[in-house]
Nanobody, 124 residues
Framework: QVQLQESGPGLVKPSQTLSLTCTVSGVTITTTHYAWSWIRQPPGKGPEWMGTIGYDGNTYYSPSLKSRTSISRDTSKNQFSLQLSSVTPDDTAVYYC????????????????WGRGTQVTVSS
């Protein structure tokens, strides 16, 4: 069974860096054609795709967040992580990790598996 679990601090101070980790079980994150993504949903808003790291380690970011977003992976731990720098209260959201199959530029829609999400609040 494929499972994803987000972890990290639930409270981050403004101007600091938000850091979350997604731990994956049931499938190796280097499995060919699987893409590993971070999505967030602010209160009262729809979901927002933040970025993706492919099975080959290539990264892709939302244009609106690219300048302060970094996604990385630790293949030895079967984990991938999100870092969002210079956070403000507008970054308060539920953050999800998710995965789907992407062959070239084609991806399954919707995502195949999701974590349960983790609330992150940006506040001083």
């Amino acid at each position: 069974q494929v499972q994803l679990q987000e972890s990290g601090p639930g409270l981050v101070k403004p101007s600091q860096t938000l850091s979350l980790t997604c731990t994956v079980s049931g499938v190796t994150i280097t499995t060919t054609h699987y893409a590993w993504s971070w999505i967030r949903q602010p209160p009262g808003k729809g979901p927002e795709w933040m970025g993706t790291i492919g099975y080959d380690g290539n990264t892709y970011y939302s244009p609106s967040l690219k300048s302060r977003t970094s996604i990385s992976r630790d293949t030895s731990k079967n984990q991938f992580s999100l870092q969002l720098s210079s956070v403000t209260p507008d970054d308060t959201a539920v953050y999800y990790c998710a995965t789907h199959y992407c062959a070239g530029s084609w991806c399954d829609n919707p995502y195949d598996y999701w974590g349960r999400g983790t609330q992150v609040t940006v506040s001083s």
